[in-house]
């Protein structure tokens, strides 16, 4: 399950909202088992700038499918 890490991405909440606020961003990833408030600032920041958020349902497969040996809340795919 790497299939995010041959591609541009950034990982992490503040480097995906930063990607998304500056029109970098082409899909963002979410993992369910996120914290409500993190899922909710990710997804209205989303929502006004018209990204799509796919879900996965942990942060350690989220981490693994970005090729990193810890968990990951969100990645954003960048341009």
């Given at each position: 399950m790497n299939q995010f890490v041959?591609?541009?991405k950034v990982i992490g909440m503040k480097q995906t909202l930063k990607?998304?606020?500056?029109?970098k961003a082409l899909k963002v990833i979410l993992a369910e088992d996120t914290d409500e408030s993190i899922k909710k600032s990710i997804v209205e920041c989303c929502d006004s700038h018209q990204i799509t958020v796919e879900?996965?349902?942990t942060k350690v497969g989220l981490g693994k499918a970005g090729g990193i040996d810890r968990a990951a809340a969100v990645i954003a795919i960048i341009k």
């Open positions: 041959d591609v541009s990607a998304v606020k500056e029109g879900r996965v349902e």
